[in-house]
């Protein structure tokens, strides 16, 4: 898999991707109700493509891996105490990191994780932020092997789930 910035003409392969991934999540148990679809949105894709954000994985010609890293969180982000202290632009926020089930079990989640990272750091970042909801802890054992800290769990209210949920918010500090 070759992980690279999405330029404009990916756009549509994207949301194909992300679909397809919000049909494979309506089936978890810890989604009341289902995935409604819809995240990442169009827009919130187009402005992460804009702004140099979203990154996919290609193999054999199809994005089979994506994930979005920017600086947009929930505002139950700024109510917690982080382990760094870092304005918004200084803290990248890792959102909707996934890989088509079916190439599940080669390593490209850890890939794209040390993709970001990299980026990250490149980037000067002073650390990543992201959240999962309770209950999905597969990424969670992932992103805590490589560092990530557990900082706080906080109600989230996002448009593909429709209900206040729970999440847990964790911390790889780069500096």
Same mark, same amino acid.
């Given at each position: 898999?070759?992980?690279?910035? &999405?330029?404009?003409e990916?756009?549509?392969?994207?949301?194909?991707f992300?679909?397809?991934?919000?049909e #494979?999540?309506?089936?978890?148990?810890?989604?009341?109700?289902?995935?409604? /679809?819809?995240?990442?949105?169009?827009?919130?894709?187009e402005?992460?493509? &804009?702004?140099k954000?979203q990154f996919i +994985?290609?193999?054999? +010609?199809?994005?089979?891996?994506a994930?979005?890293?920017?600086?947009?969180?929930d505002e139950?982000?700024r109510?917690v105490?982080?382990h760094?202290?870092a304005?918004?632009?200084?803290?990248? %926020? =890792?959102?909707?990191?996934r #890989? =088509?089930?079916?190439? +599940?079990?080669? /390593?490209?989640?850890?890939r794209? #994780?040390?993709?970001?990272?990299q980026?990250?750091?490149?980037?000067?970042?002073?650390?990543?932020? =992201?959240?999962c909801?309770?209950g999905?802890?597969?990424? %969670?054992?992932?992103?805590r092997?490589?560092g990530?800290e557990?900082?706080d769990?906080?109600?989230?209210?996002?448009?593909?789930? +429709?209900?206040?949920?729970?999440?847990?918010?964790?911390? =790889?500090?780069?500096?």
């Open positions: 898999m070759k992980i690279t910035e &999405a330029k404009k990916h756009r549509a392969g994207i949301m194909d992300y679909r397809t991934m919000c #494979v999540l309506d089936g978890k148990c810890f989604l009341p109700d289902g995935n409604k /679809g819809g995240f990442p949105s169009q827009a919130m894709v402005d992460a493509i &804009a702004c954000e +994985g290609i193999e054999d +010609g199809k994005i089979v891996a994930y979005i890293m920017n600086h947009v969180c139950a982000y109510l105490r982080w760094i202290e304005e918004e632009r200084e803290a990248s %926020v =890792l959102h909707a990191l #890989v =088509l089930p079916e190439y +599940g079990g080669r /390593g490209y989640s850890r794209l #994780v040390e993709h970001a990272i980026t990250a750091r490149e980037r000067k970042q002073k650390a990543i932020r =992201l959240d909801i309770v999905n802890d597969v990424p %969670v054992k992932l992103y092997s490589f990530f557990y900082v769990t906080v109600s989230i209210t996002y448009k593909d789930i +429709g209900v206040p949920m729970p999440f847990r918010l964790y911390e =790889l500090v780069l500096m």
